[in-house]
C-alpha cells in the first residue's frame, strides 16, 4: 500500500514539475503578456476617467467624486423613468393651460400657480 502512494506521489510530482516548467519555460514572454494586458486595462481606464471627467465638470460635480460604472440595463431604466417624468411634467403643464383657458381673466398664470389648480382640480 504504501508503495502504490509513493509511485502516486511521485507520478503527481512529475506532472506537476511538467506543469511549472512548461509555464515559466520562457519568463519573458509571460511577462511581454501581463505588460500587454496592462497597458490595455490602462487605456480602458484612462477612456473612462476622461468621460467622467466631462460628467463632472458638465454638472458642476467635485472632480474626487468617484463616478459609478453604468450598466446598459440601469441606462434603459434611467431613460424610461425620465420618459415618464417627461409625460407627467407636459400632462400638468396641458391642464394648467387648460385651466387658465377657463379661467378667462385673461391673467397670466404661472406654473407653480397651474400645478397648483391642478392638484385641486383631482381633490
Known amino acids: 500500500m504504501d508503495k502504490q502512494n509513493a509511485e502516486s506521489a511521485a507520478t503527481r510530482i512529475e506532472a506537476m514539475k511538467a506543469l511549472q516548467e512548461e509555464r515559466w519555460s520562457d519568463p519573458y514572454e509571460l511577462s511581454k503578456k501581463l505588460r500587454t494586458s496592462f497597458r490595455a486595462?490602462?487605456?480602458e481606464r484612462k477612456v473612462r476617467d476622461e468621460?467622467?471627467?466631462v460628467v463632472r465638470k458638465?454638472?458642476?460635480l467635485p472632480s474626487?467624486?468617484?463616478l459609478e460604472d453604468v450598466t446598459v440595463e440601469q441606462q434603459d431604466e434611467a431613460r424610461l423613468l425620465w420618459q415618464a417624468q417627461q409625460a407627467r411634467t407636459d400632462r400638468e403643464r396641458l391642464s394648467g393651460k387648460a385651466q387658465a383657458q377657463?379661467?378667462?381673466s385673461g391673467t397670466?398664470?404661472?406654473f407653480w400657480q397651474?400645478?397648483?389648480l391642478a392638484q385641486e382640480g383631482q381633490s
Open 108 to 110: 397670466r398664470i404661472t
Open 58 to 60: 458638465s454638472y458642476g
Open 64 to 66: 474626487d467624486l468617484l
Open 114 to 116: 397651474s400645478n397648483t
Open 102 to 104: 377657463k379661467d378667462g
Open 51 to 53: 468621460g467622467d471627467d
Open 41 to 43: 486595462d490602462k487605456k
